[in-house]
């Protein structure tokens, strides 16, 4: 049965091919950037482009994750030594005991707004 116009409504080019959240996947993973390269035309590649901006702020977001998580850890479990009782230093801030809890929560609204950015060059990397 051929399909009606009703039912075409909804379909995109392109993404009906591929699944986004695979593209997605591939982009917030160790492959990404190189991802992205293969399917990006050379002016897309070029310094500042937004697609490209998206997983280089990605990569340096999970680093400062990564580093402000070995510091909490080292501080809960006393491994800090006397820097213990202060905090820790992340990124080159000091960071106090109490201050965790703030940093937590940026690192979660950055993580929303960066993976919100993600999704959208997924979507445009599905329709290519």
Same mark, same amino acid.
């Given at each position: ?9 909804? $379909?995109?080019?392109? *993404? ?7 593209? &997605?996947n591939?982009? *917030? ?20 482009? *937004?697609?490209?901006?998206? $997983?280089?702020?990605?990569?340096d &977001?999970?680093g400062? $994750?990564?580093? *402000? ?8 479990t006393?491994?800090?030594g006397?820097?213990? $009782? ?6 080159g ?26 999704m ?9």
């Open positions: 049965m051929p399909p009606t116009p009703s039912s075409l409504r909804n $379909l995109k080019i392109g *993404t009906d091919i591929c699944s986004i959240q695979r593209i &997605y591939i982009l *917030t993973g160790s492959l990404g950037k190189q991802f992205a390269r293969k399917i990006l035309v050379e002016e897309e590649r070029q310094a500042g482009s *937004t697609k490209l901006e998206a $997983l280089t702020k990605w990569k &977001y999970q400062r $994750l990564q580093e *402000t998580e070995k510091v909490k850890q080292s501080w809960q006393g491994k800090m006397e820097k213990g $009782l202060e905090g820790g230093e992340v990124a801030m000091k960071i106090l005991a109490q201050d965790f809890e703030k940093v937590d929560r940026d690192f979660s609204e950055e993580e929303k707004k960066l993976k919100s950015e993600l959208r060059t997924a979507e445009f990397l599905a329709g290519r």
